[in-house]
């Protein structure tokens, strides 16, 4: 069992860049997959980025050179570094863990935080 806290989010405007931490609790993040996914107002989850227990990671490609996944082991926390934001980056951001492998799929992944909200204006 892992517990994930994500934090960050907030209002900017296009062009700008945000910064989103999701500190986990319970269980080492080293051992997990984890990924960032986003929900947007009447749409379905999707997945934005994930990086494997060995570091790899994989991007959708609406955010492909933008954004950029990390974690800090020592630390237990996931980041996402979103640069130059889109209106269409719009949505709530939840981080997910669970064992390798996985990708960018939701079935993938059966610990979920509660979700933090970026909001980009144009």
């Known amino acids: 069992q892992v517990q994930l806290d994500e934090s960050g989010g907030g209002s900017v405007q296009a062009g700008g860049s945000l910064r989103l931490s999701c500190v986990a609790s319970g269980n080492t993040i080293s051992d997990y997959c984890m990924g960032w996914f986003r929900q947007a107002p009447d749409s379905l989850r999707e997945g934005v980025a994930r990086i494997a227990s060995d570091g790899r990671t994989t991007y959708a490609d609406s955010v492909k050179g933008r954004f950029t996944i990390s974690k800090d082991n020592a630390q237990n926390i996931l980041y996402l570094v979103m640069n130059n934001l889109k209106p269409e980056d719009t949505a709530i951001y939840y981080c997910?863990?669970?064992?390798?492998?996985?990708?960018?799929?939701?079935?993938?992944?059966?610990?979920w935080g509660q979700g933090t909200h970026v909001a980009v204006s144009s």
């Open positions: 997910a863990a669970d064992w390798d492998p996985c990708g960018l799929e939701t079935v993938s992944y059966n610990f």
